[in-house]
């Protein structure tokens, strides 16, 4: 049984500065365990609620002192002094305080961070690495990294419809030579950029380049190209999150492609023809978050990749149970602030490990340093995981875990993913 002593909560920054929930959790044998809510720019209309202020004369309305109170004046006194034994003890607490699917009256930024301080915690009590707590059973690979190198959106050269463009090194044989073939990669992208376009190379919302073309062939085109450049054809496979709800309209029912509006069917149609070009691995929101039909459309006809959920399933398990009955994808994106709690999370990734799909842990875009995604990737011995861009400071930290990680546990190898790929 765990005691909880003391849990204290503050508002500190994301990577993006934008402010967050930090909490601190202390139990009665002196374990200590800390975590903080990270938020993404694309935020899904299902997700879990991010409570902010909203009083513009703070952080221009994104502050979230009514969320730090929500973790000192409401949730610490129904937690200190109390016993806990797993994590889904805290996390129902937890849930039966708020009361609401979407975590609207405490906050997700709020239950979140105290749902993963108390998982820390308790992986201290035991004298466990947190991966290690987590594990179903032995710890046998490293999951491959993929690198979001190229950013889509309305960038100064362009209007790209698709909003991440990832390399995958599939063909590395460590995760030391997978993490160096990344950034490899991405070293020779700006030189490429400016050769190709005339300007200069510019950083993108998610600090991969911003996509020079509005074409999406065109910029796989180009990183085929650096994947040249840096010595790797033939050892590396391409990945797509088109963020598609973003440039989506409800009222016509149409998205925006390469200057113009098309329908499901012809999205659909316009990434079977890539992937019939290119080696792509999986492509992560081809539809709109609700577009359940033109999701199911996808899986039929995208054959050579996989069709993965974000906005569609936001890691809500009852989100997943309408994919998997209507054939509407065949992963999700493990993103646990999505949901709000570690327990709802690995509910939804055991749901769709019995369902024979993936799971692909993901940070945020406003991100942190100690992600929790990490020790699931780890833990939950998944093949590949989503890293971001190797440049800014919590993003290269993901990789510094793996590389570690390789090293404390003995044996471990590189997951082998050319025998999961379709293309």
């Known amino acids: 049984m765990t005691v909880i002593t003391s849990v204290a909560a503050r508002q ?40 902010r202020d909203e009083d513009p004369s703070n952080y221009d309305g994104l502050s979230v002192h ?26 129902d607490a937890l849930l039966g305080l708020d009361g609401t699917v979407d975590k609207g009256v405490l906050g997700g930024n709020a239950i ?28 046998t690979t490293i999951p491959v990294p993929c690198f979001n190198v190229i950013n889509g959106g309305r960038n100064r050269d362009a209007v790209q419809a698709f909003n991440e463009f990832i390399v995958v090194p599939a063909g590395a044989e460590s995760i030391d030579e997978a993490v160096e073939m990344g950034v490899q990669i991405f070293k020779r992208l700006p030189g490429l950029i400016e050769s190709a376009t005339g300007n200069p190379a510019t950083v993108g919302g998610s600090y991969g ?11 796989l085109s180009l990183m085929q190209e650096a994947v040249a450049a840096a010595g790797y054809e033939g050892r590396v496979s391409f990945a ?30 316009y990434l079977k023809q890539l992937t019939e070009e290119f080696d792509l691995l999986f492509v992560e929101d081809p539809l709109d978050e609700d577009d359940w039909e033109g999701f199911s459309l996808a899986v039929r006809e995208l054959t050579r990749t996989y069709v993965l959920g974000d906005d569609l399933i936001v890691t809500n398990k009852q989100r997943l149970d309408r994919a998997i009955a209507e054939r509407a994808a065949e992963g999700f994106v493990l ?19 019995e369902n024979g799909m993936f ?65």
Request: charged residues 25%; proline residues 5%; negative net charge.
């Open 112 to 139: 979140y961070p105290v749902s993963v301080a108390f998982l820390r915690a308790q992986a201290a009590e035991a004298g466990e690495r947190v991966y290690e707590h987590i594990a179903r059973g032995p710890l």
């Open 12 to 51: 500190i920054l994301d990577c993006k500065a934008r402010p967050m929930v930090e909490v601190e959790i202390r139990t009665d044998a002196g374990a200590f365990g800390r975590a903080a809510a990270p938020t993404g720019s694309s935020v899904g209309i299902h997700e879990a609620k991010v409570l």
């Open 209 to 219: 380049y911003a996509a020079p073309y509005g074409d999406p062939h065109s910029v």
């Open 335 to 353: 993103k646990p602030n999505q949901i709000g709690t570690i327990t709802e999370s690995l509910d939804t990734f055991d749901t769709a490990t």
């Open 359 to 423: 799971a692909l842990p993901s940070g945020r875009s406003g991100g942190v340093i100690d992600d929790i995604v990490m020790d699931l990737s780890l833990g939950l011995q998944v093949p590949f995981q989503k890293n971001g861009a190797p440049r800014s400071g919590e993003r290269i930290e993901k990789l510094n875990f793996l590389m570690r990680a390789a090293q404390e546990i003995p044996g471990s190898s590189l997951s082998r993913i050319e025998t999961l790929a379709r293309y």
């Open 240 to 269: 797509l999150d088109c963020a598609s709800s973003e440039m989506y309209d409800r009222e016509s029912k149409t998205y925006e492609l390469n200057g113009g509006r098309v329908d499901s069917t012809a999205l659909v149609g």
């Open 66 to 91: 009514r969320a730090v109170s929500n973790v000192t004046d409401v949730i610490a006194p129904k937690l200190v002094g109390f016993e806990f034994e797993t994590q889904r003890d805290l996390d």
